[in-house]
T-cell receptor
Framework: GESVGLHLPTLSVQEGDNSIINCAYS??????FIWYKQESGKGPQFIID?????DKRQGQRVTVLLNKTVKHLSLQIAATQPGDSAVYFC????????????FGKGTMLLVSP | EAQVTQNPRYLITVTGKKLTVTCSQN?????MSWYRQDPGLGLRQIYY???????DKGDVPEGYKVSRKEKRNFPLILESPSPNQTSLYFC?????????????FGDGTRLSIL
């Protein structure tokens, strides 16, 4: 089975609820942030991104909020569905220039019908 | 279909036996990267490449090699695998040099080194 979910914080919601997944990032100089969804047995899948010159960005059923003052990122999922059950990762462009994304450890979202 | 393809998907092998995990993308992306994913540690970057013949170390490069002889392929080489390299490995690519683009991930390769 998939062991990625071990040791992860877990958010359990009912179908139809709104979900909020939080992420604290480490570098105040980070200028790009991204959320990924990872389903069991699959690679991370891009959900939404945001640059540091924005506070909020909306996609289809998802919204990302960026609070640079407290170095906090959140992902809001509206009308959560069982298919949203997965591990969600935030990532930041921690280094300046062309280097790497640094990923958080993830949050598992469990959606009950 | 645009995709990142890794092979093999699963491999069990023994300490010291050289192995290569292949990664190929069909999106003409310049940037490619390898990550390992371990419980409690999340995704950590091993190596990345900004273009052909250009590779750089990520956060955990020890024990790994990569090459980028052509744009579409970015193999990960374990010359002498050890049990601490047992992990789930992901290859990713993105369309421009630099990380400020969403990276597209393969479905992973689970390696077990006995």
């Amino acid at each position: 089975g998939e062991s990625v979910g071990l040791h992860l914080p877990t958010l359990s919601v009912q179908e139809g609820d709104n979900s909020i997944i939080n992420c604290a990032y480490s570098n105040s100089a980070s200028d790009y942030f991204i959320w990924y969804k990872q389903e069991s047995g699959k690679g991370p899948q891009f959900i939404i991104d945001i640059r540091s010159n924005m506070d909020k960005r909306q996609g289809q059923r998802v919204t990302v909020l960026l609070n640079k003052t407290v170095k906090h990122l959140s992902l809001q999922i509206a009308a959560t569905q069982p298919g949203d059950s997965a591990v969600y990762f935030c990532a930041e462009n921690k280094d300046s220039g062309y280097s790497t994304l640094t990923f958080g450890k993830g949050t598992m979202l469990l959606v009950s019908p | 279909e645009a995709q990142v393809t890794q092979n093999p998907r699963y491999l069990i092998t023994v300490t010291g036996k050289k192995l290569t995990v292949t990664c190929s993308q069909n999106m003409n992306h310049e940037y490619m990267s390898w990550y390992r994913q371990d419980p409690g540690l999340g995704l950590r970057q091993i190596y990345y490449s900004m273009n052909v013949e250009v590779t750089d170390k990520g956060d955990v490069p020890e024990g790994y090699k990569v090459s980028r002889k052509e744009k579409r392929n970015f193999p990960l080489i374990l010359e002498s695998p050890s049990p601490n390299q047992t992990s789930l490995y992901f290859c990713a690519s993105s369309p421009l040099t630099g990380p400020n683009q969403p990276q597209h991930f393969g479905d992973g390769t689970r390696l077990s080194i006995l």
